[in-house]
């Protein structure tokens, strides 16, 4: 059964993978911007029987997948549901960016947390907090390292894959909001991801025991 949830799961993102692809706003930002999806989907997929994920970390990294995949298509200045949001909150940019960046923070929260309680590596849960928590903010400061560079050797080319939108402080927010969704997953999604952890694991058990 979780299995065909997956596979339906699977499909919806690379479906709209496949669609944001036949005529995006920016080839080059469409490729920039989906890389994550291209380089995460074979790592899953081979390592889903050998060490699957919760289905609640799953779950989050699709629709993670699909906040890039959008901003991909359209670019993140011009995907339509943030200026619906840019015009209900009466703001001065679109802020779909700020939702990436949010779950930037939040799904790889969760990943690291996750393998080093099932790995292992940490007994306490506290601990496994902090570390996760500092595994998400190296890699959300490691993405405007990447941005840093692709504007040096694309110039103005990458305005697009930037989407500052002309806020000298986007840099800090961009970390900001990342915090914000590690800090998010860690208070609230934790107890969740905890309770599927333990059924993974007695199911795991199961069957090596049979």
């Not at 339509?80 to 779909?96: C, M, S, T």
């Not at 799904?107 to 690291?112: E, F, H, R, S, T």
């Not at 959300?140 to 894959?161: H, K, P, V």
Request: charged share 15%; aromatic share 12%.
């Amino acid at each position: 059964m979780k299995e065909h949830w997956l596979m339906g799961l699977g499909g919806a993102v690379l479906l709209a993978l496949v669609l944001s692809g036949i005529a995006p706003y920016d080839r080059l930002t469409w490729l920039l911007e989906v890389a994550p999806v291209l380089i995460a989907a074979p790592v899953l997929l081979a390592t889903y029987r050998r060490f699957p994920l919760t289905t609640l970390l799953y779950l989050l990294i699709a629709v993670h997948a699909l906040v890039l995949i959008g901003g991909g298509a359209y670019t993140y200045a011009r995907v339509p549901a943030g200026f619906w949001v840019q015009d209900l909150f009466d703001l001065g940019r679109n802020p779909y960016d700020k939702l990436g960046h949010f779950m930037q923070g939040l799904v790889p929260a969760l990943v690291a947390r996750e393998i080093l309680l099932r790995r292992g590596y940490l007994a306490s849960r506290a601990m496994a907090g902090f570390l996760a928590l500092c595994v998400a903010m190296a890699i959300s400061a490691c993405y405007e390292l990447i941005e840093w560079w692709a504007a040096l050797i694309m110039g103005q080319g990458a305005d697009e894959f930037l989407g500052t939108q002309g806020d000298q402080w986007d840099t800090q927010s961009d970390m900001f909001l990342a915090l914000l969704g590690a800090s998010f997953a860690l208070a609230f999604l934790a107890r969740w991801q905890d309770r599927q952890i333990k059924k993974l694991d007695l199911h795991n058990a199961l069957l090596f025991s049979a």
